[in-house]
């Protein structure tokens, strides 16, 4: 099973949840072989599981990057940019690495494609090739297979892969929808998340556009070629207010998103895993002084501890009440991945 993440905004905790729901589920499932894609330009969620801000995550990550064969989906990219039309062989592996070998609190059955800032670079050169004219080749199709054919040639070696992305709608963000069987949707309690909702819905099926001069240009006509579409499988309010939760200012936008996503559930329940959306949207409090430990230190939430933390020569102390929910919350979102 191959889950996308993915809201068209940025701030909504999107690698923070991935890093904490991907590590959790590695444990909980230690009898699977689980492949992590990095095709956020930034590469955080690839600098938390190679260390962390404690554990030199970036410098790690630098070092893929300076490789004489780059290891991270830039490198790839690279590859594939070079023969992007030509039949290319390669192998995933070497573009892989283990985190576990640069950060033992990530369990050793998670693989990664790490981040790299030459995506956004590169973003350029994709596009253009993705609008070349050339006589029988869908240009747009083949490279927006690129990830799918990446996933492809593992030979399903994967059981679950997890694929974290840009908040922008850029071509390597395609790459990663195109490639998923479900998305995972992390939202806020703010207007922009109502309106990102809506442009999710939009962007990625084709619904609700503006006028229909734009429909041979949607993104949804590749996925029509591909057979079948993204099913949006959990829907996660994020960062919801530790002190005023949902009956407050804050719930009556949560009740407006709930009921965009009830819409679109009543009309278009193919484009969904669940049919009650009491099953398929959770909401999460605000991970806290016990985020920024976990993500400072590249630790999961079941592994973090309580008592005090060194940042950087500060102590910052965690207690059980800061601690439990994280885990609790976490741990429900894992219940409801296969």
């Known amino acids: 099973m191959i ?9 909504t905790g999107k690698t923070s949840l991935s890093f904490q729901i991907i590590t959790e589920y590695a444990q909980k499932n230690a009898d699977k072989h ?14 938390l599981l190679l260390g962390g801000l404690i554990g030199n995550g970036g410098e790690n990550l630098s070092h893929l990057s300076k490789d004489e064969l780059r290891r991270t989906v830039g490198g790839y990219f690279d590859c594939r940019i070079q023969s992007t039309f ?19 609190k990530i369990p050793s059955n998670v693989e990664l494609l790490a981040g790299d800032r030459l995506v956004e670079i590169q973003a350029t050169a994709l596009s253009a090739l993705a609008n070349t004219q050339l006589p029988g080749v869908d240009a747009r199709l083949a490279v927006t297979s690129w990830i799918k054919e990446f996933i492809a040639e593992t030979n399903e070696k994967y059981d679950t892969i997890f694929i974290d992305t840009n908040p922008s709608f850029a071509i390597h963000t395609q790459m990663g929808i195109y490639a998923a069987d479900r998305l995972l949707v992390p939202i806020m309690a703010d207007d922009s998340s109502r309106r990102a909702i809506i442009n999710l819905f939009t962007l990625v099926y084709g619904l609700n556009l503006p006028d229909p001069i ?4 949607q993104f949804a006509k590749l996925l029509s070629k591909r057979g079948d579409v993204p099913q949006i499988h959990l829907v996660i309010r994020n960062r919801i207010t530790q002190y005023m939760g949902e009956a407050s200012a804050y719930g009556t936008v949560l009740n407006t ?14 484009l969904f895993t669940f049919g009650n959306l009491d ?39 965690i207690n059980a009440a800061m601690l439990t929910p994280c885990i609790e919350i976490i741990d429900e979102i894992v219940s409801k991945i296969d």
């Open 86 to 104: 030509n039949a290319v062989k390669f192998s995933p592996e070497d573009f892989l690495c283990l985190p576990s070998q640069y950060n033992d």
């Open 257 to 270: 998103i709930r009921d965009e996503v009830q819409a679109m559930l009543n009309r278009n329940p193919d």
């Open 279 to 317: 099953d398929g949207m959770i909401s999460v409090k605000d991970f806290g002084t016990t985020g920024v430990v976990a993500f400072a230190e590249g630790k999961p939430f079941s592994q973090l501890g309580t008592g005090n933390h060194n940042l950087g020569g500060r102590i910052t102390r």
């Open 3 to 11: 889950y996308t993440v993915w809201n068209n905004k940025g701030g």
């Open 214 to 217: 734009y429909e041979n240009y």
């Open 34 to 47: 689980i492949l992590v894609i990095d095709l956020c330009p930034q590469a955080n969620l690839s600098e």
